[in-house]
């Protein structure tokens, strides 16, 4: 179902990456929660946010992780908002990254839980980096800056966003410690 033939009230946007910490759009409540079998990886370049093309940043996508848990925060927008919201977004995201629909939970057991939208960058986008020794990300994420700022600058918020909502993320964490220079 497109988002535009949604029920009122029930478009949700899930953020596992800058728009965890810099949603920069409206909504009527956020929530932390998590996407099942997926896990966050700095496997995408980016050369119109934290890198440029002749030296492109690297920012997060998803990738199967069979078992496994990314949290993020979910958004609920609201009606009259969403179209303007999901057009900015789909500018925003348009290195590289398509909507795709998946249900996100909110608790542990897995009980509750809602359909939403996110963004992810798969294999086939011209941007996709795909695995690299985790010494060579820190090192392109420190050269890295672009029109949104600082490569690094995205890495630690992003890192600080997911220690507050209590999350574990070892691919992130070890990143950041790399880059802090306590690895
Ligand atoms: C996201 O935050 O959900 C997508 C990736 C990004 O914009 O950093």
Same mark, same amino acid.
């Given at each position: 179902? %497109?988002?535009?033939?949604?029920p009122s009230?029930?478009? *949700? =946007?899930? %953020?596992? %990456? &800058?728009?965890?910490w810099?949603?920069?759009?409206?909504?009527?409540?956020?929530?932390?929660?998590?996407?099942?079998?997926r896990?966050?990886?700095? *496997?995408?370049? $980016?050369?119109?946010?934290?890198g =440029?093309? $002749?030296? !492109?940043?690297?920012?997060?996508?998803? =990738?199967?992780?069979?078992?496994?848990?990314?949290?993020?925060?979910?958004?609920?927008?609201?009606?009259?908002?969403?179209?303007?919201?999901?057009?900015?977004?789909?500018?925003?995201?348009r %290195?590289?990254?398509?909507?795709?629909?998946?249900? @996100?939970?909110?608790?542990? +057991?897995? &009980?509750?839980?809602?359909?939403?939208?996110?963004?992810?960058?798969?294999e086939?986008?011209?941007?996709?980096?795909?695995?690299? !020794?985790?010494?060579?990300? +820190?090192?392109?994420?420190?050269? &890295?800056?672009?029109? &949104?700022?600082?490569? @690094?600058?995205?890495?630690?918020?992003?890192?600080?966003?997911?220690?507050?909502?209590?999350?574990?993320?070892?691919?992130?964490?070890?990143?950041?410690?790399m880059?802090?220079?306590?690895?």
């Amino acid at each position: 179902m %497109g988002a535009e033939a949604e029920p009122s009230g029930t478009t *949700w =946007v899930f %953020g596992y %990456g &800058s728009l965890i910490w810099r949603p920069d759009f409206a909504f009527v409540e956020s929530r932390t929660g998590f996407i099942r079998d997926r896990a966050r990886r700095f *496997w995408q370049a $980016s050369t119109d946010h934290r890198g =440029v093309p $002749s030296r !492109p940043g690297r920012v997060v996508t998803l =990738v199967d992780d069979p078992g496994g848990r990314c949290f993020g925060t979910a958004y609920r927008l609201r009606d009259e908002e969403r179209s303007a919201i999901l057009a900015g977004l789909d500018h925003r995201e348009r %290195g590289g990254f398509s909507r795709e629909r998946i249900p @996100v939970f909110f608790d542990p +057991a897995e &009980s509750t839980s809602v359909s939403a939208l996110l963004y992810v960058a798969d294999e086939a986008n011209a941007n996709y980096l795909g695995p690299a !020794p985790l010494e060579e990300i +820190a090192r392109q994420i420190r050269a &890295s800056h672009g029109p &949104s700022g600082p490569n @690094v600058e995205y890495l630690t918020r992003l890192a600080k966003a997911l220690r507050e909502m209590g999350a574990e993320d070892e691919h992130v964490f070890a990143l950041e410690a790399m880059l802090e220079g306590r690895e």
